[in-house]
């Protein structure tokens, strides 16, 4: 069993739905990462947090410590959000400084 | 562009030649990590660097792989005598060490593709 696992591992969405992502991690962390891949594999980061909520404009990012759970929501999803989303993980008490990747979630958002 | 950069982006080699790729960070990160990324995988983590210091390499780097950050600025990744197994995206990554570990965020490039023949 990997320590990151996401769901789904594809999903296809019609242009303005709500879309979530999740990943659940096994392992004791002290941040959750996650990042936008696009295909040629330039990776941008889109959120970092160890608690609670982030948001920036149309992404939202949940963490519960608890349950060893993240999600990811894009609202109003629009074709250029068709990407590769992946979840990292930085294991408390673990190695330096490597993350722990989740293989990602493909999103395809139709027009 | 001051972002991090990598070259060559892209590789195609025979079986047993040995390649090497480059990484330039963003000028004042002092962490500069590289990443191993096959199709339909997460990236994995190989080795990363704080200023010119190795302080951790996975198990995954064998002894055919070698990583140098000579002067702590850009690094440069060698594999010698590559195997087909070695055919996948290379990412590199840097970030600025903050007050907390877990506070860095990492700024990937675009990685380099290897195919290997």
């Known amino acids: 069993k990997n320590e990151v696992e996401q769901s789904p591992q594809n999903l296809t969405a019609q242009e303005g739905e709500f879309i979530t992502i999740n990943c659940s991690y096994s392992v004791g962390i002290s941040a959750l990462h996650w990042l936008q891949q696009h295909p040629g594999g330039g990776i941008v980061s889109l959120f970092m947090l160890s608690s609670g909520k982030k948001k920036h404009g149309r992404l939202i990012a949940t963490i519960n410590i608890q349950e060893k759970h993240s999600s990811l929501h894009i609202t109003a999803s629009h074709p250029r959000d068709s990407a590769v989303y992946i979840c990292?993980?930085?294991?408390?008490?673990?190695?330096?400084?490597?993350?722990?990747f989740g293989k990602g979630t493909k999103l395809s958002v139709k027009p | 562009d001051t972002g991090v950069s990598q070259n060559p982006r892209h590789k195609i080699t025979k079986r047993g030649q040995n390649v090497t790729f480059r990484c330039d960070p963003i000028?004042?990160?002092?962490?500069l990590y590289w990443y191993r990324q096959t199709l339909g995988q997460g990236p994995e983590f190989l080795t990363y660097f704080q200023n010119e210091a190795q302080l951790e390499k996975s198990r995954l780097l064998s002894d055919r792989f070698s990583a140098e950050r000579p002067k702590g600025s850009f690094s440069t990744l060698e594999i010698q005598r590559t195997e087909q197994g070695d055919s996948a995206m290379y990412l590199c990554?840097?970030?600025?060490?903050?007050?907390?570990?877990?506070?860095?965020?990492?700024?990937f490039g675009p990685g380099t593709r290897l195919l290997v023949l």
């Open positions: 000028s004042e990160h002092n962490r």
């Open positions: 990292a993980v930085h294991n408390y008490g673990g190695s330096q400084g490597n993350l722990i």
């Open positions: 990554a840097s970030s600025s060490l903050g007050e907390f570990l877990y506070q860095e965020t990492q700024y």
